[in-house]
């Protein structure tokens, strides 16, 4: 670490202590070459997830979206807000996990329905027929028969 005084960058942490949110660590040091102390902090660096959506355009995810667009799929369904936000969570999670930058929005909306699949058909319609922008009776019905044969119905 450069020292902030004469500019020389070797330095010995003296000591060593989360901040009071826990999200850093906060470490004073001492300047071998002058003796001065200063503090540092270390943070995790957050790389935004971008998404890019069907037209070309990129915007960071939001998790506030995703769940608006799930919160209107399971309206009036018996489904609870624990269950979507772990949902969320964990969506999240795999998002970063996956060490890209960008995801498409299409792989998004993708994971959203076979999740939705697995908790409520009809929350999976609704989602599915915003989503896949049907656009007619015809294309929402299909959806519907390939849902019923998937169920056994």
């Known amino acids: 670490m450069k020292c902030p005084f004469c500019g020389e960058i070797d330095d010995r942490v003296i000591d060593s202590r989360l901040n009071k949110t826990g999200i850093a ?11 001065r102390r200063f503090t540092t902090y270390e943070r995790i660096e957050e790389v935004p997830v971008m998404i890019i ?4 355009r990129r915007e960071v995810f939001q998790r506030e ?5 799930i919160q209107r799929a ?6 609870s807000m ?9 969506l999240e999670r795999d998002l970063r ?17 076979t999740k939705l699949h697995g908790i409520d058909d009809i929350a999976y319609v609704r989602f599915a027929s915003v989503y896949r922008e049907f656009k007619d009776v015809n ?3 299909s959806e519907v028969k390939s849902l019923s044969k998937t169920v056994g119905g």
Not at 53 to 56: E, S, Y
Not at 98 to 105: M, N, Q
């Open 25 to 35: 660590i906060r470490r004073r040091r001492e300047c071998l070459s002058c003796s």
């Open 53 to 56: 959506k069907k037209d070309g």
């Open 65 to 69: 979206k995703v769940r608006s667009g």
């Open 74 to 79: 399971c309206e009036k369904r018996d489904i």
């Open 82 to 90: 624990n269950v979507i936000e772990e949902f969320l969570d964990e």
């Open 97 to 113: 996990e996956t060490g890209e930058k960008e995801i498409p929005s299409t792989s998004i909306g993708e994971r959203i329905m």
């Open 139 to 141: 294309e929402f019905v």
